[in-house]
């Protein structure tokens, strides 16, 4: 199905089953525990053996030699795997660096063998075992330092900077400036389920279930790595315990999974340690970001730039913090560019909201003292602001954009006018109070997505790649299915993450929601359109109740008998007459120690414009979740570099802080009544990212609030403050 023109009236507008609240139905499983992840797979791979990676000591080097005699002749030992034995091995179009090192090591952490044996212990006893001689290469470590002499790096258009108009002379004529610079840090995924993948071959075909939430990207760029064909991989996903973005690409457990279980003549499973995590996968690059915003007298922006720069290895690329401000706010005159530092870090890649999380955090503080400077309200500085064109291409619309309303109705819900816009003035006993606000964007990404739709008895049977990483993936397909067959959602079921199915959008960019259920939309048309013609009935045909009802007639759904239809979603070129992107503004209220300067999160509200909400339940435990996350991106969250050795010294959740259930107090989430007939038949967007957009600069603007006190330096933590509270007495 291309589309190609807006939706119009379609089955799914009934919402009859779609867009109503629902458990999801993989819940069930999940907590008797039989939803089966990579490293469960026992039924399939009774006798797995265990793979344990040996990791690189050094931040930079070149491997002298491996000496594993000691290793192999530890009990239990089946095979032990390095770059030398394992054969020529190709790189993934999407991997930075090779996944498995030798004899140059990239980073801290590479892998540099596998070591298998019967037993996890026995693995884990053999890998203290090998030893490795390393010459050591001094190493790039140091963002600002790499700055210095850092090169332009090219955004989407491939041009290294992004200029509208006269930002020079226009900011130099501004009544009213701000000139600011921000840094964040860098983050680690920190999911729930490790990187994780279970490997068999049946002669020279491989099975391999392991936690992606790409299967299609991770089959091709395993068949790359390990120089085999792609149609001799079956790669399974079908439930994955979190990725955040750390899991959209081939890793290390699964190639070594692979080449272990080649070696071993056995199957083998392989769980990254936890503490390997941080440094051997890859995680949201650290930013330096300058803003500089000019106004007219009445706060209108005539002058806007942002710049960012970050690091990452030789062949990757920046961290696109710049990417909202070219969207999200008017301005007749504009600069967005970036820079790319050469490091030898671990890998920098996509965590959720890559560019927009790490930027608005910088722009939605911008935006702040910036109306502070103006002496305006912060929300009614964004609402003079607002645009409903693409400010660097003023006939192309937005397809649909409800910035103001979410800002409007999120102050009143909030109780915006009752704050004191005097920062550090509330006190209730020890504690300082504050209010702040910032708003929300993340693009829309249109995909192509396929799927497989059966009839079986008068059940409906659903088969994509598509993946559910805990977001719900599985509960919105079947109510898709459900809503275009006119079934219950009991009739459905939905089979998930296996490269034998069609191939779909997958999870990432929170694009996968509207794009997975648009494909399965897809075919279900052709599906309806065989039932229509198998009974009889018209192109008109109304399913609904298990039934088919058409000239006057109504069937049941099983009489058409057992049918299969599949198709995908593909996009014509909507996108270049419009631009498609969410919508949303956050509100913080925290509560600062005057004494200790312990900031505690007291409440928290994000009003969300984002499309047809398929599940409300689901999209709102992905608005809170991220919310959570973005309390950690301004709070605690930081990955420490060692910039002597080149590694994150705090690789554990022991070091590396997270929120948790204590740090997070009542959250309210509210959904704009919106259906986006431009975007897909679905009329559906993306929400998982857009709950993490803005947050961070809505707790600094609170704290800000609250104490008088402006830290730019991410996270906020006691040592950037704590000196500067206000006196106790």
Request: with cysteine; aromatic share 6%; charged share 20%.
């Amino acid at each position: 199905m291309k589309f190609e023109t807006p939706a119009g009236t379609n089955p799914i507008d009934r919402q009859m089953v779609v867009g109503r609240p629902r458990a999801r139905i993989d819940g069930p499983k999940k907590v008797a525990g039989t939803a089966p992840y990579a490293f469960e797979h026992a039924r399939d791979v009774p006798n797995a053996a265990y793979g344990v990676i040996v990791g690189a000591g050094v931040g930079k080097g070149t491997i002298r030699s491996i000496d594993l005699s000691a290793a192999r002749a530890a009990p239990g030992v089946l095979a032990i795997v390095t770059a030398d034995s394992a054969g020529p091995l190709g790189k993934g179009r999407m991997n930075t660096v090779k996944l498995l090192a030798g004899p140059a090591i990239d980073h801290y952490h590479q892998a540099v063998a596998v070591v298998v044996a019967e037993s996890f212990e026995q693995a884990t006893a053999a890998a203290q075992l090998v030893r490795v001689d390393v010459a050591r290469i001094k190493g790039r470590f140091d963002l600002e330092e790499g700055l210095a002499s850092a090169k332009p790096a090219p955004g989407d258009d491939g041009k290294p900077e992004a200029r509208v108009g006269d930002f020079e002379g226009a900011y130099a004529a501004a009544p009213v400036k701000l000139d600011a610079e921000y840094t964040t840090p860098d983050h680690s995924h920190a999911m729930m389920e490790p990187f994780a993948s279970t490997a068999r071959w049946d002669g020279d075909a491989l099975t391999i279930w392991t936690s992606n939430q790409m299967v299609d990207w991770g089959r091709g760029d395993l068949a790359k790595t390990l120089g085999i064909p792609k149609d001799k991989i079956n790669l399974q996903s079908p439930y994955v315990g979190g990725g955040f973005g750390g899991k959209l690409f081939l890793r290390a457990d699964a190639v070594l999974a692979a080449l272990g279980a080649k070696a071993a003549k056995r199957p083998v499973k392989i769980a990254m340690a936890r503490p390997m995590m941080a440094n051997n996968a890859t995680h949201r690059p650290a930013t330096k970001q300058r803003i500089r915003i000019g106004c007219q007298q009445d706060g209108t922006i005539t002058a806007i730039a942002h710049e960012s720069g970050s690091g990452d290895q030789p062949d990757g690329g920046p961290e696109a913090a710049v990417n909202q401000t070219k969207l999200l706010y008017a301005g007749a005159n504009r600069l967005a560019a970036m820079r790319l530092a050469v490091l030898d870090l671990p890998e920098g890649n996509a965590m959720r909201a890559p560019g927009e999380a790490p930027g608005m955090m910088a722009l939605e503080v911008a935006m702040d003292e910036m109306a502070e400077k103006l002496g305006m309200d912060p929300v009614a500085f964004r609402i003079k602001n607002d645009t409903q064109v693409d400010p660097s291409n003023p006939n192309k619309p937005f397809s649909q954009r409800q910035l103001v309303r979410c800002l409007t109705e999120g102050a009143e819900r909030f109780g915006w006018a009752k704050r004191n816009a005097r920062p550090g003035q509330v006190r209730e006993g020890k504690w300082l109070r504050g209010i702040g606000m910032a708003a929300a964007f993340r693009n829309h990404v249109n995909m192509k997505s396929a799927a497989r739709v059966r009839l079986v008895g008068g059940r409906v049977v659903v088969e994509t790649d598509m993946t559910d990483i805990g977001t719900g993936s599985y509960t919105i397909i079947a109510q898709t299915a459900a809503e275009m067959m006119g079934v219950s959602v009991e009739a459905v079921e939905v089979r998930l993450g296996n490269s034998a199915y069609p191939v779909s959008a997958g999870s990432g960019g929170q694009w996968g929601a509207p794009n997975s259920t648009a494909g399965v939309y897809a075919a279900c048309v052709k599906l309806r359109e065989q039932v229509a013609a198998k009974l009889g009935l018209g192109a008109d045909a109304v399913f609904e109740g298990g039934q088919v009802r058409g000239g006057g007639r109504a069937v049941p759904l099983r009489d058409a008998g057992d049918l299969s239809a599949e198709d995908r979603i593909e996009f014509g070129a909507l996108d270049k007459q419009y631009a498609f992107a969410t919508f949303g503004a956050h509100f913080v209220e925290v509560a600062v120690d005057a004494y200790t300067g312990v900031t505690r999160i007291q409440r928290m509200l994000a009003v969300c414009a984002a499309g047809r909400i398929i599940n409300p339940v689901s999209a709102r435990s992905q608005v809170i979740g991220a919310m959570t996350m973005g309390v950690g991106s301004a709070l605690m969250e930081e990955l420490a570099v060692d910039k002597r050795f080149g590694l994150f010294v705090n690789h554990d959740l022991a070091s590396y802080e997270v929120p948790v259930h204590a740090d997070i107090p009542h959250q309210e989430v509210v959904f704009l009544a919106e259906a986006d007939e431009k975007a897909n038949p679905m009329k559906a967007k993306g929400v998982g990212e857009l709950g993490l957009c803005g947050v961070g600069a809505a707790v600094a603007n609170a704290v800000y609030n609250a104490t008088g006190i402006r830290v730019r330096e991410y996270p906020i933590t006691l040592d950037k403050y704590l000196d500067k509270l206000p006196a106790v007495v």
